[in-house]
């Protein structure tokens, strides 16, 4: 298992950083893998809520299929994603600060197919670019641009 996790402190409320990253149809205005997201269920998001996530990753593209499996406004958004090599659950909790919102992100991730090198590899590589993501994600809100 490759774990690894996230912080970032953002001046928005809690319910405006939520409202951005439990609707996964967003993923791709700030996850730099993120090429196309299709929300496969309707209604709003909720627990059992699926995506179809098309990524661009190491100029391979991937399908990946998410599923919400927990999710409580302004507080915790839980999923879980699969598709190509890896696998991988992901627990995003925000809590309220003086300043907006400290959102903390840790990611379990399981790699299949593919050697026990290459997973650790590309798992650098990707801790890399997700912390890249989560400023990202920041400067995005920070200038409502999201």
Do not use: C
Request: no cysteine.
């Amino acid at each position: 298992m490759l774990r690894a996790s996230f912080a970032v402190d953002i001046a928005r409320a809690p319910l405006d950083v939520y409202r951005v990253i439990s609707n996964h149809e967003n993923d791709v205005k700030w996850q730099s893998v993120v090429a196309e997201v299709v929300k496969l269920s309707a209604g709003p998001v909720r627990a059992g809520s699926r995506f179809r996530h098309t990524l661009a990753l190491m100029g391979a593209t991937i399908r990946a299929e998410l599923v919400v499996a927990e999710t409580h406004a302004a507080e915790l958004h839980v999923f879980s994603a699969g598709g190509g090599p890896f696998a991988f659950d992901a627990r995003v909790v925000l809590a309220a600060t003086a300043a907006g919102t400290h959102m903390q992100t840790d990611i379990d991730g399981r790699a299949g197919g593919i050697g026990r090198l290459t997973a650790v590899a590309l798992s650098r590589l990707r801790r890399s670019e997700i912390a890249s993501d989560h400023l990202r994600l920041k400067r995005l809100m920070e200038s409502f641009a999201l």
